[in-house]
């Protein structure tokens, strides 16, 4: 080992002076242990660059757990969105040092519902084995792994030839696909206010200032490079909304800069313009990644990753033959800027339409760049308002016949937005303005959708099977259509066959929220068929099957419905419990309180406590994943009444989950399995009711009219009459580790 019994900081200092001495090593970013980047002759005038981030350990380290506690570091400060992230993390101790290229792992400050508050160095998170198994993933290929030792001579080289002396006095910084949003969000700040535009009228035009981004950014001596763009940038003013009138005359619109141009010209000058030729293309199809989120969930901008595009149209051959896209018309009603339509290889049988004009400019930016398809077949279209007369002929003549709309694919990866929200069924919000509330669409198509209606998407599913009968429906959606309660009447309404479907994990897409599957499904309008399950195929992020997994459409009752039918009206309230739908995705809101809040709680007493322990273990006792997110708690089947091993074992684990909030603050703690005594308390508690009910001696477990007689032993005697609850081992374990803490809890100051 060359670096041998030293400590952290003086690693670092040394693994400075023999490695990165043609660079800077003195900067500090946040809490990233070592920071290399280029030199710079005024670092007061231009935005520093870095080349690495690493993780520092002394000794010889768990590489792996490094660089994961690297990423949670960098995660949890956000510091991407503040400085530039370099081409490579890293991370070194002692003996070896490893490198990984940042956009590898980029993608994991971007998970959603992640809990980046956890402590980075603490390794039994499940947040730190979540990403601890993507970055193991990605080092296992793609990392370079050098002991200083014996790999001397090619880490010299590879710091050499990847860590360019050229870069030292860099003065512009390179856009890249990298870090073309982090540029984005700088600019937002500082050249976004002095552009002369109603920012929130022009949204609801379509218009959005990420546009204004992207002429900046592909553009030359302040003139855009790319004619195709919907917004421009002409020198000292930009132009936009370029069209022919009805005389027959070119037209357009023009802003210019409310400071004459002054911060558009410090900002740009930091940063060298344009990017990379090989980045332009990207660039211009992530437009979506520049729509405000609001707007992408209503219109459906969102970019469908590539590997489901090509898995999607696997599916759509199989189903429909290997000739599919010679024999079938296809068209993509909710295109964005068409990513969907990519891989199709006859483009006279491919048509593409869209809300926003920008996404139609993009398209046809991609076509004049080698995109396969037609600028004829690529039009401004509002699906969910807009009257089919207003298609294009050749696009109306098939969906008038009903013949060749047999042979008609319409391909979508539609808007997931929904009217409503937790905050109103809470009574905290609004339903979304500009959703499902105010098209024709919904309008037309309410009375028979239900509760249904209020989800965009299976608006565009119903208006397709009713207004154009015969023809496949290929879409991705959530699953509700399949599984939720609320959806139910929809299923009855919506009756073409379900073919084929795939399920993927959410957030594989683009700022899409939450971890539950997105499937892909082919509907075959011309057969009717009322839906009760299907076996779906699972992918994982990497597009490996998983296996399968059955969906299912009639359930039994949910397990709510049992709560309720088996709870006490009457008795002594000891908390309070959350009402939540009965299915994984809303456990994190099932919780037992001691104060009521905002949403309706289910009032528990002692008489009830059994049947709130059942329901409350049960719905906790399974891990959420993205695959059984949308799964449903069903109604249980007759053998819990008689298993007391199952009863007490509900009962510990309802006591000691971290999701029983009770707190001593709120009033009397009815809630404390151990007495004063047990535990060396200075007080007598409040209330001992939960000793006694273990002892058997308090509390009725009275069925509520189900099944009357069930328990008669305790409702022989208000008082008591039960027998003592006797955990089971593991029950007796959790209850006794318990007692540990509440000991050491009394035992301090």
């Known amino acids: 080992m060359r670096y041998q019994n030293i400590r952290e900081e003086e690693l670092k200092l040394k693994v400075a002076a023999d490695y990165f001495w043609l660079y800077d090593c003195t900067r500090i970013i946040g809490n990233v242990d070592f920071c290399v980047q280029a030199h710079q002759a005024d670092s007061g005038l231009f935005e520093r660059e870095s080349l690495l981030w690493a993780e520092a350990k002394t000794g010889s380290s768990n590489i792996y757990h490094s660089l994961t506690q690297l990423v949670l570091t960098v995660g949890k400060a956000r510091a991407f969105d503040r400085h530039l992230p370099p081409p490579f993390l890293g991370a070194f101790d002692g003996e070896k040092i490893a490198f990984v290229p940042y956009d ?8 959603n519902d992640f809990n980046w508050n956890i402590t980075p160095s603490n390794y039994d998170t499940r947040e730190f084995g979540l990403v601890l198994g993507r970055v193991r993933e990605v080092l296992e290929r793609e990392a370079l792994l050098y002991n200083f030792e014996t790999d001397d001579r090619e ?5 050499q030839q990847n860590f360019l002396e050229s870069k030292r006095g860099i003065q512009k910084t390179r856009i890249d696909k ?8 700088k600019w937002v700040a500082a050249v976004k206010p002095t552009i002369r535009v109603d920012w929130d009228k022009a949204q609801k035009t379509g218009i959005i200032d990420g546009d204004f981004y992207l002429a900046d950014l592909l553009s030359e001596e302040n003139n855009s490079l790319r004619e195709k763009l919907f917004v421009l940038l002409r020198h000292d003013h930009y132009e936009l909304d370029r069209h022919l009138t009805e005389a027959g005359l070119f037209t357009s619109s023009r802003t210019d800069f409310s400071d004459r141009q002054v911060a558009h010209q410090q900002f740009w000058n930091r940063y060298h313009r344009p990017p990379n030729q090989e980045y332009w293309d990207y660039l211009v199809n992530r437009r979506d990644l520049l729509v405000p989120q609001d707007v992408r969930e209503r219109k459906g901008s969102y970019y469908t990753p590539q590997p489901w595009v ?9 189903v429909l033959g290997e000739d599919w896209q010679d024999e079938y018309t296809i068209w993509d009603c909710a295109a964005g800027t068409g990513n969907l339509l990519a891989g199709l290889t006859n483009k006279y049988n491919v048509w593409a339409s869209t809300l ?9 930016e991609r076509i004049h760049n080698g995109a396969h398809l037609l600028d004829s077949h690529v039009f401004q279209f509002d699906f969910l308002n807009d009257d089919f007369s207003k298609l294009p002929a050749p696009l109306q ?3 008038n016949d009903e013949e060749k709309r047999k042979k008609l694919v319409v391909y979508i990866n539609p808007p997931y937005a929904e009217a409503t929200t937790a905050r109103t069924v809470s009574g905290t919000g609004q339903n979304k303005a500009g959703t499902a509330i105010e098209n024709k669409t919904y309008q037309r198509y309410k009375g028979i959708m239900g509760k249904a209606s209020n989800e965009l998407f299976t608006q565009f599913m119903m208006r397709v099977y009713k207004e154009i009968p015969s023809s496949t429906l290929a879409n991705f959606s959530k699953l509700k259509n399949l599984q939720a309660s609320n959806f139910a009447v929809f299923r009855t309404q919506y009756r073409a066959k379900l073919e084929k479907i795939f399920v993927v994990p959410a957030d594989t897409f683009d700022n899409v929220k939450g971890q539950f599957p997105i499937g892909f499904f082919v509907w075959n309008g011309r057969q009717e068929e009322q839906f009760d399950e299907v076996q779906a195929d699972v992918y994982n992020r990497e597009g490996a099957l998983l296996g399968k997994k059955t969906f299912y459409g009639k359930l039994p009752e949910s397990l709510n419905k049992w709560l309720i039918r088996c709870l006490p009206k009457n008795g002594e309230k000891i908390g309070l419990m959350v009402s939540s739908p009965a299915d994984f995705q809303h456990n994190n809101q099932l919780a037992i309180l001691s104060k009521k ?3 309706y709680c289910y009032e528990i007493s002692g008489s009830g406590l059994l049947f709130v322990s059942i329901y409350f273990a049960v719905r906790h006792c399974l891990e959420a994943t993205w695959l059984n997110d949308r799964d449903q708690f069903l109604f249980p089947a007759e053998g819990w009444k008689t298993d007391h091993g199952f009863h007490n074992d509900c009962l510990a684990f309802t006591l000691f989950h971290g999701q029983n909030r009770i707190s001593g603050a709120d009033g009397p703690n009815h809630w404390l399995p ?4 047990q535990v060396g308390a200075r007080e007598k508690f409040a209330s001992n009711f939960m000793t006694r009910y273990l002892a058997g001696k308090a509390g009725v477990a009275a069925v509520a009219g189900l099944a009357p007689g069930l328990f008669a032993e305790a409702e022989a005697a208000p008082g008591g009459g039960r027998e003592p609850v006797v955990f089971s081992p593991a029950a007796q374990a959790v209850y006794e580790a318990g007692l540990h803490l509440w000991r050491y809890y009394h035992a301090q100051p």
């Open 178 to 185: 990298n870090n073309f949003m982090v540029v984005y969000n």
């Open 310 to 318: 090509a898995l999607s149209q696997q599916y759509l051959a199989q």
């Open 104 to 111: 590898e792992l980029s993608g994991i400050f971007y998970l």
């Open 356 to 364: 926003d004009q920008a996404d139609v400019e993009v398209m046809h």
């Open 674 to 677: 151990f007495t004063e005594t």
């Open 597 to 599: 809040q905002e949403r």
């Open 397 to 399: 003549a098939v969906i």
């Open 155 to 159: 880490l010299r080289r590879f710091i």
